[in-house]
C-alpha cells in the first residue's frame, strides 16, 4: 500500500518560515520523482517544485529563489523548506511521487500565511 504523508503545516506571518516533509512507503522511492504541488482556494492545483530521481530540482517562478525541496532516499523523504512566504502562498499543498505512468498523491496539509 503506498503512502505519502504529509507534515509540518500551518498558520505563519508573512515574511516566515515553514518545512513541509513527507514520509512515503510502499514505492521504490529512489526510482521515483518526487514533487510539490499546491491549491489555493478556487483556484487549480499548480507546481511548486520537483526532483526527479537522479536529477536536479526546479521550481515555479513563484517561489525560484525562497523555496528549496530535497529529498533523503535513505528515508525516503521529501522536504519543502519555505521562506520569507507571502499571503499567496496560502494554499493546500500536496506531495507527489512519480514513476512512468504511476503518479501518487498524499492527502495535503494546509499553510496559511497572515499579512
Known amino acids: 500500500q503506498v503512502q505519502l504523508v504529509e507534515s509540518g503545516g500551518g498558520l505563519v506571518q508573512a515574511g516566515g518560515s515553514l518545512r513541509l516533509s513527507c514520509a512515503a512507503s510502499?514505492?521504490?522511492?529512489?526510482?521515483?520523482?518526487v514533487a510539490w504541488y499546491r491549491q489555493a482556494p478556487e483556484k487549480q492545483r499548480e507546481l511548486v517544485a520537483r526532483i526527479p530521481s537522479g536529477g536536479f530540482a526546479d521550481y515555479s517562478d513563484s517561489v525560484k529563489g525562497r523555496f528549496t525541496i530535497s529529498r533523503d532516499d535513505a528515508e525516503t523523504m521529501v522536504f519543502l523548506q519555505m521562506n520569507g512566504l507571502k499571503p499567496e502562498d496560502t494554499a493546500v499543498y500536496f506531495c507527489?511521487?512519480?514513476?512512468?505512468?504511476?503518479?501518487?498523491w498524499g492527502q495535503g496539509i494546509q499553510v496559511t500565511v497572515s499579512s
Open positions: 507527489n511521487a512519480y514513476f512512468r505512468s504511476n503518479q501518487y
Open positions: 510502499g514505492i521504490l522511492f529512489s526510482f521515483y520523482g
